[in-house]
């Protein structure tokens, strides 16, 4: 019989997307109100992966990657979906989206993303929300799996969440030697 364990915390990771410098910056601060400082934020890259979003929310997507300094617990993130989604909502004009807020995790062994979508790889969090196993962390790198986006896939992001990946690390060490004086 297996006997359940708590889990380690994870480290929480945002994925914003829009046609403003200004308005990605925007939303940088309220998600820091929300759940504290960012310990990274990259610089502003092209989101050019798909033109899904462009009816929506118009042509020259661009989008920034940001973690949280504070790490939290796994079970957290439906709630951080759903106050996401609020963001989105008070944002929109003319019930079009002006941002774009994709919340998940990177834990030691993936990269998890929520969703309102369901999916045959999606498992059921809670309140409407789903579990998007993203990207499995195998062989000391990332792997896309056949169902992942583009842009996560893409090299270029798969480098930049193992640079992510390698700070939690550290944060989980930092926070275990603590606790052991």
Same mark, same amino acid.
């Given at each position: +019989? ?16 829009? &046609? ?15 759940? !504290? ?20 929310? !118009? ?24 106050? /996401? ?29 929520? &969703?309102?979508?369901?999916? &045959? ?6 309140? !409407?929300?789903?579990?998007?196993? &993203?990207?499995?962390?195998? !062989? ?7 169902? /992942? ?24 060490? +930092? ?7």
């Amino acid at each position: +019989m297996s006997k359940p364990n708590p889990t380690e915390p994870v480290k929480l990771v945002f994925s914003v997307f829009a &046609t403003q410098v200004a308005r990605l910056n925007e939303t940088i601060t309220i998600l820091s109100a929300a759940y !504290g400082q960012p310990d990274f934020i990259s610089a502003v890259i092209p989101f050019d992966y798909t033109n899904y979003y462009c009816a929506e929310m !118009g042509e020259n997507l661009i989008r920034r990657f940001f973690t949280m300094e504070k790490v939290i617990r796994p079970e957290a993130l439906p709630d951080i979906k759903l106050v /996401t989604n609020e963001i989105e909502d008070k944002s929109a004009l003319n019930s079009r989206r002006q941002v774009n807020i994709d919340p998940g995790y990177i834990s030691k062994a993936h990269l998890i993303l929520a &969703t309102g979508k369901a999916y &045959t790889h999606r498992p059921y969090l809670r309140d !409407g929300i789903y579990a998007d196993l &993203t990207l499995v962390y195998q !062989g000391k790198k990332f792997c896309s799996l056949p169902w /992942t986006y583009p842009d996560y896939a893409d090299e270029k992001q798969l480098l930049m969440l193992s640079k992510i990946r390698a700070k939690y690390l550290l944060q989980l060490k +930092m926070a275990e030697q603590s606790s052991l004086v």
